[in-house]
């Protein structure tokens, strides 16, 4: 099938470069002549695992490629995807100006191509429920046919950056939200290769498949917010919450997922889709009163180990020289957007400290938002050499099993906050270190 993935982040370059893996060929359009140039010299721009191997292949046998004319990427295809940024307004409610803007341009091109070709246009980016009516009203108000030459399909994505490819191609479920059969045919035909183990392509009423998402990754926020709390009143009774959770993990009604206490979530989805959400809510006289709960946790917990290192230091961090390991939002991605480090990073700049950052992958993006307001290390040792602090923002697996003994070395002063549980408390003190964690015994 030819296809069409407008909008090549994240979520466009990993579903193209998977559909083309199952035999598709793929056109992928970016507004971004950058990144389509060098996607066309066959470079990544992003780091996902496994995704050059499967963009290589795709490359090699030309059925994966770039453009960002939009009616040259849209010519023949029959499924038009929409893969698109939704970022928060300044309401907190999703922005919906690209996808909305991209449907009215596409179903410009279709008029102009008078072609009676049937097309679905399927959505992918993370929308409040209701958009897909408004994508179809963009298609309807110019004389499309609706039913006839085009669908509009909901197809909420549910991959995780850094397992995005395996995600992708091993998802859950595959959600379609479509009132048309043809429609839902189409696009269960399209996913069959990527659920041959049994899981369940889901077809839905398109509202429901715009909540789906949202729910679900708002329930996931909430459980990270819920065990932040439980961790926090840890601290509080002098229990532990890593033991906490092996407690209730294995209740099978709740299960070992999300519920690893640390300095909050970030990224691009669930601080802006729990917003969307929460927004949504109130935009229908609903007050969704976890969701805001959960945000405020959130923000709280975020700023937590620049709190601590300035309570430490009685308030005073002007020319301290502070480490920060860990840049991106989690391990596996060089992905920055609302990363808790950065929250940080902003806190203790904002009072005059000497922020050395170390990444494995996420310096380059880091630079693009702090440039040379901090200084950037090119290893982890490198990054405590001389530091009073070390802050662990991260959970790289590089940084699961270092080299204490050189860590303290370096270090000018052996304090530790650890704000994703690394080490074992009680060695740390051993070692000498000052060591805190979140929700679990310190030694000091
Ligand atoms: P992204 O910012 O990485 O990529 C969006 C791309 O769209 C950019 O390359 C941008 O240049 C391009 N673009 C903007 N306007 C355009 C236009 N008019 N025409 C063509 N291209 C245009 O975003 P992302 O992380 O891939 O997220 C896309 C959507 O998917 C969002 O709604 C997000 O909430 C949702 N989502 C993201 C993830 C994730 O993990 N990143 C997971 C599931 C769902």
């Known amino acids: 099938m030819d296809i069409t993935v407008i909008g090549t982040g994240y979520v466009g370059l990993v579903s193209g470069t998977c559909f083309a893996e199952m035999g598709h060929d793929v056109t992928c359009v970016d507004v971004d002549e950058e990144k389509v140039a060098q996607l066309s010299d066959g470079e990544i721009p992003i780091y996902e695992p496994d995704l050059d191997r499967y963009f290589e292949r795709a490359r090699a046998e030309d059925r994966l490629r770039f453009t ?8 023949g295809s029959k499924i038009v995807f929409f893969a698109l940024p939704t970022p928060p307004g300044e309401d907190g409610s999703a922005d919906l100006s690209y996808v909305l803007d991209a449907a009215g341009d596409v179903a410009d091109l279709l008029v102009e191509a008078d072609d009676p070709e049937h097309r679905i246009v399927v959505n992918k980016s993370t929308v409040p429920v209701g958009t897909g009516d408004r994508v179809e009203e963009a298609f309807a108000d110019r004389g499309l046919d609706i039913g006839g030459e085009v669908d509009v399909v909901s197809n909420p994505e549910f991959l995780r950056e850094g397992s995005a490819v395996d995600d992708f191609l091993k ?6 939200g479509t009132e048309s059969d043809r429609a839902a045919e189409t696009m269960k035909r399209l996913y069959e290769p990527f659920v041959r183990q049994g899981n369940p392509v889901l077809v839905v009423d398109r509202r429901s498949a715009e909540m789906i998402k949202y729910a679900a990754n708002s329930l996931l926020a909430t459980r990270i917010s819920f065990m932040n709390e439980i961790a926090n009143v840890c601290e509080r009774v002098g229990a532990n919450v890593d033991k906490v959770r092996l407690g209730i993990s294995k209740d099978h009604r709740i299960g070992p997922h999300f519920l690893y206490a640390g300095i909050g979530f970030g990224g691009s989805c669930f601080p802006k889709d729990v917003q969307a959400l929460a927004r949504k809510g109130r935009e229908k006289g609903y007050d969704f009163q976890i969701l805001d709960a959960v945000l405020d946790v959130n923000d709280q917990q975020r700023r937590r180990l620049a709190e601590q290192v ?7 961090l002007d020319g301290r020289r502070i480490a920060v390991w860990g840049l991106s939002f989690k391990p596996g991605t060089d992905d920055t957007r609302e990363a808790p480090s950065h929250v940080i990073i902003d806190y203790l700049l904002e009072r005059g400290a000497d922020v050395v950052g ?20 090119d290893g982890m040792y490198e990054a405590v050499e001389g530091a009073e602090s070390l802050l662990i923002c991260t959970e790289w697996h590089e940084f699961r099993r270092p080299d204490l003994g050189a860590v303290r070395e370096h270090l000018e002063n052996p304090l530790v906050l650890d704000g994703r549980n690394l080490y074992d408390p009680a060695r740390m003190a051993e070692m000498g270190f000052e060591y805190h964690s979140i929700g679990r015994p310190s030694y000091a």
């Open 310 to 316: 300035e309570d430490y230091f009685d308030g005073d």
């Open 171 to 176: 998802p859950d479920r595959v959600v379609i």
């Open 68 to 75: 960002t004319d939009l009616a040259e990427g849209i010519a």
């Open 358 to 377: 170390y990444d494995p992958e996420a310096i380059e993006t880091t630079k693009e938002t702090f440039g040379d307001q901090i200084a950037y290390a």
